[in-house]
């Protein structure tokens, strides 16, 4: 059983997929670590699968979405970053629909930003080179 659960939980990071969700596509060939991920659909906003607020309310917020950071202020807390990896801050990983208007976009990661998640990656699909644009 053992050997098993091993084999399972050895492959490679892959970022939690989501129906509600298109990715844009890249040609970046680095895979995300593990870490927090943030996921904007059409309707919502999810922390590790747990919705935190709805994308309407996000928009009408202002600067900073106020569920969303304490949210990540709390799981902040509960992740210590090691000593010398300050300047670095906390790593996140944000998965938007393609259609996400930039402006939700850009308060999310300001959101995340502000509650000491700043090493922000984005989610994309990898797009082999030489194909043609969509």
């Given at each position: 059983i053992l050997v098993f659960f091993l084999m399972v939980n050895q492959s490679e990071v892959e970022v939690q997929s989501n129906d509600a969700i298109e990715l844009?596509?890249?040609l970046a060939?680095?895979?995300p670590s593990e870490n927090v991920t943030i996921m904007i659909s059409q309707d919502e906003i999810l922390v590790r699968g747990?919705?935190?607020v709805s994308t309407a309310d996000a928009s009408a917020e202002g600067e900073q979405i106020t569920e969303l950071s304490n949210e990540l202020e709390y799981l902040a807390g509960r992740m210590p970053l090691p000593?010398?990896?300050?300047?670095?801050g906390r790593p996140v990983t944000i998965?938007?629909?393609?259609s996400t208007p930039y402006t939700l976009l850009k308060k999310v990661m300001n959101t995340s930003a502000k509650a000491g998640f700043n090493n922000i990656s984005l989610a994309v699909?990898?797009?082999a080179p030489g194909q043609g644009g969509e």
């Open positions: 844009p596509v890249s060939e680095n895979k747990r919705s935190v000593p010398g990896a300050e300047d670095q998965m938007g629909d393609k699909n990898q797009k």
